[in-house]
């Protein structure tokens, strides 16, 4: 096995460059089937973090997992970005949380990706001072039979569930540290 | 009612952490403790980390049904132009013109195909493109510093860019980022992510800059400086860097042939 390249802090000025317009809506405003998943990123004194990047990864509503191309899409005569087609669903966002350490994903809710699975978006998380991202995932509702959330006491188990909220909405907030600390996952 | 700002402190205090957490690190390698082959989150010289890194252990996933998918990019997604960051404004920016190449491979050493990289990263004056970077050097009208590009089917990126400036920050006083370009990769399992920065050759700034010695390891922390390759350059043009990367963490072809 060859060793990896280790991982440095996004730093504070990915901001020209991460981010891209429409990055957090992987379905167009108005989508019948859309939801909104909203929340904080919060550091160990309980303040918002203004310079975090969150990645979302998830399978389609039927538990597909191949994704699709298309969620920086370019227009090719300007070079500026022309926004997801609408058509396929990329199971990709990228959002940078606001001046409130606040962001905001709209999408599809994610079926299940194995038979019997329980849904869930999985999160990666950059941040000014985090020198290594953190992985963890929002699980829109709480379930019998999940082999992670299965394993956690308790307290642990709810900072990964979000919370419904009116209209399709749900709130989820990241806890980098302190008592409410949010699950986050090593894979190996 | 205003509080005074505290006093930065000195370098001093901050390299004196530095050695202690070296030393710890080093005692308890020799002690059996394997490699720290990635940047510790919790590096009290690095003063943003202190409150941004869990404390409670991170734990272990027991399937990844997702996570060992990830998203995928396409020709869509990236314009021909985008990885040549000299060529994105009208006239052409100031500084070293340099070509940036590598490879992009797994842990078994097989090509990443296909793949996004993105960077990001300073003027030849140590400036961002940014309003959030006030450092008093000139802002580049010929400069943005973002590019992006698809690995081929080697696994290799190629970015034309200019040699960015090394930029002081506030971590403490005369705290200065050796010059480096920020990376951004995606492998075929989004628990490849790795977002990174590439480090030039014998940058006078390595032993006083907590971000680059958050990792303990010496070997690991060579990992992220390019070599710098003759038979890059090219002659009246520019000068050529290499450095490949490899993405930690389970590739989904792993687990399907660890099944």
């Known amino acids: 096995m060859?060793?990896?390249?280790?991982?440095?802090?996004?730093?504070?000025?990915?901001?020209?460059?991460?981010?891209?317009?429409?990055?957090?809506?992987?379905?167009?405003?108005?989508?019948?089937?859309?939801?909104?998943?909203?929340?904080?990123?919060?550091?160990?004194?309980?303040?918002?973090?203004?310079?975090?990047?969150?990645?979302?990864?998830?399978?389609d509503p039927a538990g597909g997992l191949a994704g699709a191309p298309g969620s920086m899409r370019r227009d090719p005569v300007t070079g500026s970005f022309a926004g997801r087609s609408g058509v396929g669903f990329t199971g990709f966002g990228r959002v940078a949380t606001d001046a409130d350490g606040h962001w905001t994903l709209r999408t599809l809710p994610p079926g299940p990706?194995?038979?019997?699975?329980?849904?869930y978006i999985s999160v990666?998380?950059?941040?000014?001072?985090?020198?290594?991202?953190?992985?963890?995932?929002?699980?829109?509702?709480?379930?019998?039979?999940?082999?992670?959330?299965?394993s956690l006491d308790p307290d642990r188990r709810a900072t990964l569930?979000?919370?419904?909220?009116?209209?399709?909405?749900?709130?989820?907030?990241?806890?980098?540290?302190?008592?409410?600390?949010?699950?986050?996952?090593?894979?190996? | 009612m205003s509080t005074n700002p505290p006093t930065p402190e000195p370098q001093a205090v901050i390299d004196a952490e530095m050695a202690r957490v070296q030393a710890e690190a080093e005692k308890a390698h020799a002690d059996g403790a394997p490699e720290e082959l990635q940047p510790r989150r919790d590096y009290p010289p690095?003063?943003?980390?202190?409150?941004?890194?869990?404390?409670?252990?991170?734990?272990?996933?027991?399937?990844?049904?997702?996570?060992?998918?990830?998203?995928?990019?396409?020709?869509?997604?990236?314009?021909?132009?985008?990885?040549?960051?000299?060529?994105?404004?009208?006239?052409?920016?100031?500084?070293?013109?340099?070509?940036?190449?590598?490879?992009?491979?797994?842990?078994?050493?097989?090509?990443?195909?296909?793949?996004?990289?993105?960077?990001?990263?300073?003027?030849?004056?140590?400036?961002?493109?940014?309003?959030?970077?006030?450092?008093?050097?000139p802002l580049d009208p010929n400069f943005t510093g973002?590019?992006?590009?698809?690995?081929?089917?080697?696994?290799?990126?190629?970015?034309?860019?200019?040699?960015?400036?090394?930029?002081?920050?506030?971590n403490h006083l005369n705290a200065w980022r050796p010059a480096h370009i920020h990376f951004s990769l995606f492998g075929t399992a989004f628990t490849q992510r790795l977002v990174t920065q590439m480090y030039f050759p014998n940058d006078p700034l390595f032993p006083y800059d907590p971000i680059f010695n958050s990792i303990t390891d010496e070997r690991a922390r060579q990992r992220l400086i390019s070599t710098y390759d003759h038979d890059l350059s090219s002659p009246e043009w520019s000068l050529g860097y290499r450095w490949d990367i490899v993405l930690d963490g389970p590739s989904a072809t792993w687990m399907e042939e660890g099944r």
């Open chain 2, 46 to 137: 690095y003063r943003s980390s202190v409150l941004r890194h869990p404390k409670r252990p991170l734990v272990a996933a027991p399937e990844a049904f997702t996570e060992l998918r990830g998203p995928v990019f396409g020709v869509t997604d990236v314009t021909e132009l985008d990885s040549d960051l000299t060529r994105q404004h009208h006239g052409e920016p100031l500084g070293e013109r340099i070509v940036v190449t590598g490879r992009v491979l797994d842990r078994d050493g097989r090509p990443v195909r296909g793949q996004l990289v993105e960077i990001w990263q300073a003027n030849a004056s140590g400036r961002y493109a940014h309003k959030g970077d006030q450092h008093p050097a």
């Open chain 1, 113 to 119: 990706a194995a038979p019997g699975a329980l849904p």
């Open chain 1, 124 to 150: 990666c998380v950059f941040a000014r001072g985090l020198l290594h991202h953190l992985y963890t995932r929002v699980y829109l509702e709480d379930g019998a039979g999940d082999p992670l959330l299965d």
């Open chain 2, 146 to 170: 973002a590019g992006r590009c698809l690995t081929d089917d080697e696994g290799r990126y190629t970015f034309t860019s200019i040699k960015p400036g090394a930029y002081p920050w506030r």
């Open chain 1, 161 to 188: 569930i979000a919370r419904p909220e009116q209209d399709g909405a749900y709130r989820f907030d990241i806890h980098l540290q302190g008592s409410e600390e949010t699950v986050f996952l090593d894979f190996g």
């Open chain 1, 2 to 59: 060859r060793p990896p390249t280790p991982s440095q802090t996004v730093g504070p000025f990915f901001g020209y460059a991460l981010p891209f317009p429409g990055g957090g809506d992987l379905v167009p405003p108005g989508h019948p089937r859309a939801i909104t998943v909203h929340g904080a990123v919060l550091d160990g004194a309980g303040q918002p973090i203004p310079d975090a990047l969150l990645e979302f990864w998830q399978a």
